[in-house]
């Protein structure tokens, strides 16, 4: 049997794990915000971008202490020996995963908001490193994208 805390806690929400947002169903790839039509973005769509998801970062951030305190509550109360119930995960490791969720969310909050100050002061959309342009679909699928495709974490140099 699954200890109530683990269950109340898994099966709240649905996440999309790529964005670490709440997926919709019935959403349509063209539905978010930024260009569609193929125009290259600006500054002005990518800052309306990142403060949408800005909003939603911290709505997720305060979703995610609702569900942390209803987990530390519903386990509070319970002398459940979790660590050999065959039948679910432990509480230990649900915890870890929710804070491990917690503190992605948590990055990419600080990256969403790095890129609003690079907005803000003119950097935005040049490469740190070689200050090149950003490619503008790069920028697209990445708003907060610090470098260009060339200087990237995890592109191998040659």
Same mark, same amino acid.
């Given at each position: 049997?699954?200890? @109530?805390?683990?269950?109340?806690?898994?099966?709240?929400?649905?996440?999309? =794990?790529?964005?670490?947002?709440?997926?919709? *169903?019935? !959403?349509? *790839?063209?539905?978010? /915000?930024? @260009?569609?039509? &193929?125009?290259? /973005?600006?500054?002005?769509?990518?800052?309306?971008?990142?403060? $949408? $998801?800005?909003? %939603?970062?911290?709505?997720?951030?305060?979703?995610? #202490?609702?569900?942390?305190?209803?987990?530390? $509550? #519903?386990?509070?109360? %319970?002398? !459940?020996?979790?660590?050999?119930?065959?039948?679910?995960?432990?509480?230990?490791?649900?915890?870890? =995963?929710?804070? !491990? +969720?917690? $503190? =992605?969310?948590?990055?990419?909050?600080?990256? +969403?908001? !790095? #890129?609003?100050?690079?907005?803000?002061? &003119? %950097?935005? &959309?040049?490469?740190? +490193?070689? &200050?090149? *342009?950003?490619? *503008?679909?790069?920028?697209? +699928?990445? /708003?907060?994208?610090?470098?260009?495709?060339?200087?990237? @974490?995890? =592109?191998?140099?040659?």
């Amino acid at each position: 049997m699954t200890h @109530p805390a683990s269950r109340n806690v898994t099966a709240r929400r649905v996440v999309d =794990q790529r964005t670490m947002t709440p997926s919709r *169903p019935d !959403a349509d *790839p063209g539905d978010g /915000p930024g @260009p569609s039509d &193929g125009a290259e /973005p600006t500054a002005g769509d990518a800052a309306a971008r990142l403060r $949408e $998801e800005r909003v %939603s970062l911290h709505a997720r951030m305060a979703a995610l #202490a609702e569900d942390m305190g209803t987990f530390f $509550e #519903a386990s509070r109360d %319970s002398n !459940a020996d979790d660590e050999h119930d065959p039948e679910g995960q432990t509480i230990a490791y649900e915890r870890a =995963q929710l804070s !491990a +969720v917690t $503190e =992605q969310t948590r990055r990419h909050l600080a990256e +969403v908001e !790095a #890129a609003l100050g690079r907005i803000d002061d &003119g %950097s935005y &959309g040049s490469c740190e +490193v070689c &200050g090149d *342009p950003i490619a *503008p679909a790069r920028l697209e +699928v990445r /708003p907060t994208a610090r470098t260009c495709v060339a200087h990237a @974490p995890g =592109q191998r140099r040659r």
